[in-house]
């Protein structure tokens, strides 16, 4: 018998073992949903899978009465819209400022205390001031999502061109490279990656802006669904729009990883 | 007479309280394969990266053809680290290509057909002149340590630099493999018309490698306060002219306490 420090288990086994934790959740959520309805057929609090099956083909095929729209399908649109933007945006801006201030001393000196204190404001603190000034429409809502994940991207980025060993830029200075060519042709295209996953780490944070966003001002959108079900308890529906968030998020997380080691294979040196 | 290529005139450096080099006064000739040694801090490192133009003397002047030396790194001198030499994210060929786009005064300098097609071909014949003809499109960190030298010294004499810095260029490398270096850098000196300077912690390398050898070491010690002297250059020599009883002398000055506790290891090893 094998110290259990030394037990590793084999890859079938870790599937199964990955997987275990699920099955077991589901299954107790089935014996309480079961157990409430058998007691009281119209709970809505653990609905049966089979119940939300239901709510959910409502809101997948059948067309709205009042819009004539395809409810989920337009809800995921607009908030994946939503996302996209305000995290593009952010991607954008945390990339020119990280580089730019992480490659010259000049614009770290004058920069880089105000991104640390703009980085320090709660973005949630200032929504009201962006429905003031901008309004109710998608303009809040994508600027709350890019205000609230720039200064981080920015941050990051600052740090990952400032690791980049100067031997290189005295290289590429000794090689007759100017200030511009270092910094598009050495310093940018070895921060893309990085920026990749400064973007996967800050999406959790994109999710969560657009759903407090959504819930307070919106007329579509996943977290807007969530939040107007809430009135009704529809759980039948709140439940399977919760799991389906998250499988998107895994998604768009798991997309970003293999775009990055397709584009960038040089990366793998740093994770080996 | 005709003015020196390189001069130093009572070069001083030092970092606050601490110094590193002082009265340091020679002339260089185009053409001269210096390498320079000397205790690790003795400030050849220092010297080095004053001609490089990443560090200024806090005294005296360094002149290169009458000029003071200018203060930032540039075309006309070449320089190979111990590592980091290179750009991850190009392949092999792309580093060399990069080098020559460099040169273009253009905003990223990148290359466009003709232009290209002749800058390829002459980065080709560069890394099979220094043995990486079989690893074109690998990218560097598919490379070994020796490959990986190879590829910088290439991308470095692509440029044409007049001056060749090595800043410990085999330091990482096996014994094995550095002979092979040797052989190229001697090559690529020759056929290139270099001046090199190079800094190792092998004085062997140094003595028979080039033409001229440095030595740097203090000329007045205080043990109370190690950092109140710097450095001078203590032996510069031809190198042809180097015996086997000078080369233990300095030997002896340079590591006293590093060539006993290695003889210690060996013995250790042979029983």
Known sequence: MKKLINYTPSSANQVLLGLLPFAVLLVIYMIGSEARLAINPSDKLLPSFGQMGEAMYRLAFEPSRRTGELVFWQDTLSSLLRLFAGVGIAAIFGLCIGVLTGALPVLFASFAPLLTVISLIPPLAILPILFIVIGLGEASKITLIAIGVAPFIARDIQRRTQEIPSEQLVKAQTLGASTPQILIRVLLPQVMPKLIDAIRLSLGAGWLFLIAAEAISSTDGLGYRIFLVRRYMSMDVILPYVAWITLLAFLIDYLLSAINSRLYPWNAEGKS | ?271
């Open chain 2, 1 to 271: 007479m005709s003015q020196p290529f390189i001069e130093a005139r009572n070069i001083g450096k030092q970092y606050g309280q601490d110094i590193i080099l002082e009265n340091v006064t020679t002339t260089v000739e185009e053409g001269e394969f210096i390498t320079l040694v000397g205790a690790s801090g003795c400030g050849k490192s220092t010297f080095l990266k004053m001609i490089l133009g990443t560090e200024q003397p806090s005294s005296g002047e360094l002149l290169l053809n009458g000029e003071p030396m200018p203060n930032e790194p540039g075309p006309e001198r070449g320089i190979v680290f111990q590592q980091y030499s290179v750009f991850p994210h190009m392949t092999v060929l792309e580093n060399v290509v990069a080098a020559k786009g460099f040169q273009k005064a253009s905003l990223t300098g990148y290359l466009f057909g003709n232009e290209k097609r002749q800058a390829r071909q002459e980065a080709a014949e560069m890394l099979t002149q220094v043995g990486l003809s079989h690893a074109l499109n690998r990218y560097p960190h598919e490379l070994s340590g020796g490959m990986k030298q190879r590829l910088a010294i290439a991308q470095a004499v692509i440029c044409k630099p007049r001056i060749l810095l090595l800043d410990e260029p085999f330091g990482a490398l096996d014994p094995g493999i550095r002979a092979d270096m040797h052989r190229l850098i001697l090559d690529l000196w020759r056929t290139h018309k270099l001046t090199i300077f190079m800094v190792t912690h092998d004085l062997k390398e140094g003595f028979y490698l080039g033409t001229r050898l440095w030595v740097f070491d203090k000329l007045r010690h205080d043990p109370h306060a190690p950092n109140a002297y710097g450095a001078s250059i203590t032996y510069d020599l031809p190198v042809d002219a180097t015996q086997d009883s000078l080369y233990q002398e300095i030997d002896d000055q340079l590591r006293p306490t590093k060539s006993t506790t290695m003889t210690a290891d060996l013995t250790e090893r042979q029983t």
